[in-house]
């Protein structure tokens, strides 16, 4: 199986950073995993700012060269890895900029109709790791889960990956951070296509 992991939060040494570890760690101690591939976005300085005109047309932005590494990441991997936190309730801004560029049409899905469209990212599966300050159900009681219907339907399912795991740790600032970064380690190491 191939791994890719993009990892989304400025700072290696915070506890997303930790987390990443875990998830390599686990990872390199699984025989099903073959090949990890890491993408940090920040530490790319990847740009999330969407950018078209009369030149650039957004439907042509799959023949964009900057993202062609990206696109064959994508097409590589088996299962991807999306490491982030939740802030305002939902990924942060460079994550959102990397999906409004690199899923693009022609290469993530391409319309079939006025109104329908065909994901041509089947077949791969993804896990969502995301962390927060506050409670772990908040999202899902106060913000009517608004993070997972945008990342589960609004994005993965569009392109056509319907398998999606989430891991949503909340209250990251408490106790219990130990336990939830070997719960991760655990799942990576035992983890099989």
């Known amino acids: 199986m191939n791994l890719l992991i993009v990892f989304s939060h400025p700072n ?10 875990s998830v390599l760690n686990g990872s390199m ?10 993408l940090d976005l920040y530490e790319e ?3 999330p700012i969407l950018f078209f005109d009369e030149k650039v047309k957004r439907r042509h ?5 900057a993202f062609s590494k990206h696109r064959d990441q994508l097409l590589w991997a088996d299962k991807i890895v999306f490491l982030y936190p939740i802030w305002w309730g939902r990924p942060p801004a460079m994550l959102l900029g990397y999906f409004d560029q690199v899923l693009s049409a022609h290469f993530a899905y391409e319309e079939t109709g006025k109104y329908t469209t065909k994901g041509l990212l089947k077949g791969k599966s993804v896990i969502c790791i995301s962390t927060m ?12 889960n608004v993070h997972k219907v945008l990342m ?4 993965f399912r569009f392109v056509g990956i319907k398998k999606v795991k989430f891991f ?9 951070q130990a336990k939830k970064i070997d719960k991760i380690y655990r799942y990576f190491r035992g983890i099989c296509a």
């Open 133 to 144: 300050k506050g409670p772990g159900m908040y999202p899902f009681f106060f913000l009517h």
């Open 61 to 65: 932005m799959y023949k964009i060269p």
């Open 152 to 155: 589960k339907k609004a994005v």
């Open 12 to 21: 290696q040494k915070s506890l997303n950073g930790a987390f990443l570890k």
């Open 45 to 47: 300085n990847f740009n």
């Open 29 to 38: 101690e699984n025989s099903s995993i073959k090949n990890i591939q890491l």
């Open 168 to 176: 949503e740790f909340g209250s990251m600032e408490g106790t219990g």
